[in-house]
């Protein structure tokens, strides 16, 4: 099959077919409409095999993924996520790893109203970039640097289990089919992103873990933290996997959560808790904004 055949078949009309797209894939360029009064959010990121993802793994949960983490920083700023672009390099042309792949990205894809408008394909080790672009109403984006002195700092979902699920993958043991759909299927938190919009004075998503992305906000907004360990959301085996080891690094400073880390003054606690109620998405208080350490 041809690189034109391939990317007909497999990446023409991926994804949602939306009316802002007047030109996607086949030309030399996209041409998309950005709505009036809104700012266009981008980010793009790349999973290498064997750096982000084993080479073994199910080419569909690498297409859910790939597109899973861009759409984890457009729920960070807030962003309504709309087209994506995608760069793929492959040492080979295997339909079988393409087919998966293009379907995990797709449905990923459809289920949040993304369009593939673009890309690129090479020939190379196994690795894919992928850009994702969303709209923000214009100067509403939450940004990193907005934490004010006694705000409560959140977290969604449970921290730790996408760590924990590597861990053993890396060690051969058994990993629950539970845990390892949080490493391979992360869900982007984008309803809850967008619905705090407004609400959260600072966020960032999780992707590097709680104490480094946290630590993020605190730098850029020029503000320190007392985190309640006690506090912090677990599932019940990374609970038990510290209540073994005393180790706390799994929901601490493992990566790949992808759940939102914002901060929100006390006043406004009970109205994100609606709107993550909203999105069946449970947060969880973990502790509060303090002046910066000297
Ligand atoms: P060019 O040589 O002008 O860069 P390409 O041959 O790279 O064009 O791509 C042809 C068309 O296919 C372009 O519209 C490009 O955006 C699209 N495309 C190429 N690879 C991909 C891909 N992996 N996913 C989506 N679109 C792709
Ligand atoms: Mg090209």
Redesign the pocket.
């Known amino acids: 099959m041809s690189?034109?055949d391939l990317?007909r078949r497999f990446?023409a009309d991926?994804g949602a077919a939306r009316a802002d797209v007047a030109l996607g894939?086949?030309?030399?360029c996209?041409l998309l409409n950005v709505p009036a009064g809104q700012q266009l959010a981008v980010s793009i990121d790349t999973l290498s095999a064997g750096v982000h993802f084993f080479p073994d793994c199910d080419p569909v949960a690498v297409g859910h993924k790939a597109l899973a983490v861009g759409l984890s920083d457009l729920a960070a700023m807030g962003a309504q996520p709309a087209w994506a672009?995608?760069?793929?390099t492959l040492p080979t042309a295997e339909l079988a790893w393409i087919e998966g792949f293009s379907a995990g990205f797709a449905a990923l894809a459809t289920a949040h109203g993304v369009q593939?408008v673009?890309?690129?394909?090479t020939r190379g080790a196994l690795s894919v970039t992928v850009q994702v672009h969303g709209f923000i109403p214009k100067g509403e984006a939450v940004r990193r640097s907005g934490a004010q002195v006694d705000d409560v700092i959140c977290v969604s979902g449970t921290l730790g289990d996408a760590g924990l699920a590597l861990r053993g993958l890396r060690a051969g043991t058994a990993v629950a089919a539970e845990l390892r759909q949080r490493l391979e299927y992360p869900m982007p938190r984008v309803a809850l992103g967008l619905g705090l919009r407004g609400v959260a004075t600072a966020m960032i998503d999780l992707s590097d873990g709680l104490a480094g992305d946290l630590g993020h906000i605190l730098s850029a907004s020029n503000v320190g933290a007392e985190l309640a360990l006690e506090q912090l959301p677990l599932s019940p085996p990374v609970a038990e996997f510290i209540a073994q080891t005393g180790d706390w690094a799994l929901p601490l400073a493992a990566g790949d959560d992808y759940e939102l880390c914002f901060c929100v003054p006390a006043a406004r606690l009970a109205a994100a808790q609606a709107i993550a109620a909203q999105c069946a998405c449970a947060i969880h208080p973990i502790g509060q904004i303090c002046a910066a350490a000297d």
Do not use: C, K, M, S
């Not at 894939?25 to 030399?28: I, K, L, P, Q």
């Not at 672009?85 to 793929?88: E, H, P, S, V």
């Not at 673009?118 to 394909?121: E, F, H, L, S, V």
């Open positions: 690189e034109f990317i990446f991926l894939v086949g030309d030399d996209a672009t995608l760069a793929l593939l673009g890309g690129d394909t």
